[in-house]
């Protein structure tokens, strides 16, 4: 009698440690948390400092249309132009992410195709400009910031975080615009202006 | 009636207050001096519940069931004891919202033409395009790979469906290129909360084709892998079947 209570009591110890270990196991950070990059937050038409390079914001433009040099896109939301150089501090680094975040940080809208990211290598301390075009609902685009780095895996790495001082005047214009935007060829080199 | 034992059913139960012993009063030595001893009646619930803890400590295998019984019944409230679901999957009409997790998806009409438009590339005589019209909302928080949409509909009955290089494949891996309606661009990603027209684009070899389709469309768990802990959209499953008219694309 007493060793089968003795097996029960085991058992139901068993259960409980499975329990306890599932519960602290939900209960403590996860490892997106652990991992996340590190955030260096900017302002349009300042550089940012990252580990691998200076990344700055020029200029913002939204539309409904826009024109690229391959094709013309319309979106549901608005077209976000964001005018970007990267001076690189080492070898082989471009744009590899970017995307625009919602002021409340809930939503990420990255481009509609990778090519939105294309954009020439050049060599260290060579400065790059390029349009990156990204889609988003109008009702997300005021306070939103630009995500940008040269890492396509920004865990425990540094990534810009630049505020695109998009008002709602800006986007009322926008969504009442009939002429579309025109984006440009990337640009390597080339001074302040 | 004997002490411990339940009164008869429809046993007269004196009432208390009436200068009748209480129920629950005590068996008492002879009070009348009849001989015959004032007896309370016996307390139910106690009783039961006396039996019932012998019972389930009788051995140590009765308390887990005893917990399992008691919880089948309790689920009953809850709606523990409802049928199952039948494994039929659910019909809905054109036009309306589907959610398939991520997206909501509505499928309107289909159309078939040698050449939709100039931006359509050519095909080979006897070939044709089948797109199937539509929207599409992704209710995530960031931007999806538009595979996740292109893997979760499956079309049921597109006869001699070929692939882009013009292949015959089975009717069950005959995949859509996504594309906007409004710009006839190829969507390769999809942004959250963004209602896109669409197109979904499929190739036939067949000269007949039926006057509907029938797409099943699936949604995705959002959870973690099992390995490396990495979330993804995960274990498609059909949730339900959308039928689509299809005619020849109306010449401009």
Redesign the interface.
């Known amino acids: 009698m007493n060793r089968?209570?003795g097996?029960?009591a085991r058992a139901g110890f068993v259960v409980l440690a499975l329990v306890a270990g599932k519960e602290l196991a939900t209960a403590l950070p996860?490892?997106?948390v652990s991992l996340r990059p590190f955030e260096v937050a900017g302002e349009l038409g300042t550089p940012v400092e990252l580990r691998t390079g200076t990344v700055e914001v020029r200029e913002v433009q939204l539309n409904q249309t826009v024109i690229t040099p391959t094709?013309?896109?319309?979106?549901?939301?608005l077209w976000v132009a964001v005018s970007t150089r990267l001076t690189p501090a080492q070898e082989k680094e471009t744009f590899a992410y970017a995307?625009v975040r919602s002021e409340d940080g809930?939503?990420?809208?990255?481009?509609?195709?990778?090519s939105s990211l294309s954009c020439p290598t050049p060599p260290p301390g060579v400065p790059v400009t390029c349009d990156l075009l990204?889609?988003?609902?109008p009702e997300?685009l005021v306070g939103a910031d630009l995500l940008v780095s040269t890492e396509a895996d920004q865990r425990h790495d540094s990534l810009a975080v630049i505020d695109l001082a998009i008002t709602a005047e800006q986007v009322e214009r926008a969504q009442a615009q009939d002429e579309p935007v025109e984006t440009r060829e990337a640009l390597v080199g080339g001074g302040d202006d | 009636m004997t002490p411990g034992e339940a009164p008869a059913a429809g046993a007269e139960q004196p009432a208390v207050g009436e200068g009748q012993p209480a129920a629950a009063a005590p068996l008492a030595a002879d009070p009348g001096g009849d001989g015959s001893a004032t007896r309370r009646p016996p307390r139910v619930a106690g009783e039961a519940t006396s039996r019932a803890r012998t019972w389930v400590t009788a051995t140590p295998y009765r308390l887990p069931l005893a917990v399992a019984m008691v919880g089948l019944v309790l689920s009953a409230p809850f709606g523990g004891w409802r049928p199952a679901e039948s494994g039929a999957v659910p019909v809905t009409a054109a036009d309306e919202v589907v959610e398939a997790a991520p997206f909501e998806i509505t499928l309107e009409r289909a159309y078939f033409s040698p050449r939709p438009s100039e931006s359509f590339p050519a095909l080979d005589p006897g070939q044709q395009y089948v797109v199937v019209l539509g929207t599409l909302t992704s209710r995530h928080d960031a931007t999806v790979d538009a595979t996740y949409l292109t893997r979760a509909v499956a079309i049921e009955d597109l006869p001699e469906p070929i692939d882009l290089l013009g292949n015959p494949v089975e009717v069950a891996d005959a995949r859509p290129e996504l594309y906007s309606a409004q710009d006839s661009t190829s969507v390769l990603r999809v942004g959250p909360d963004l209602t896109y027209d669409i197109g979904l684009v499929y190739r036939t070899a067949a000269d007949e084709l039926p006057e509907e389709l029938t797409l099943a469309l699936s949604g995705y768990t959002w959870r973690p892998d099992a390995f490396t802990g990495e979330h993804d959209w995960r274990d498609p499953a059909v949730v339900s079947e959308v039928v689509v008219p299809l005619a020849r694309q109306e010449q401009p």
Do not use: C, H, I, S
């Not at chain 1, 094709?71 to 939301?77: D, H, K, L, M, S």
């Not at chain 1, 809930?106 to 990778?114: H, I």
């Not at chain 1, 990204?134 to 609902?137: C, I, K, L, N, T």
């Open positions: 089968r209570w097996r029960l996860d490892q997106d094709a013309g896109y319309r979106t549901p939301g995307a809930r939503r990420v809208w990255e481009g509609r195709t990778r990204f889609e988003v609902p997300a």
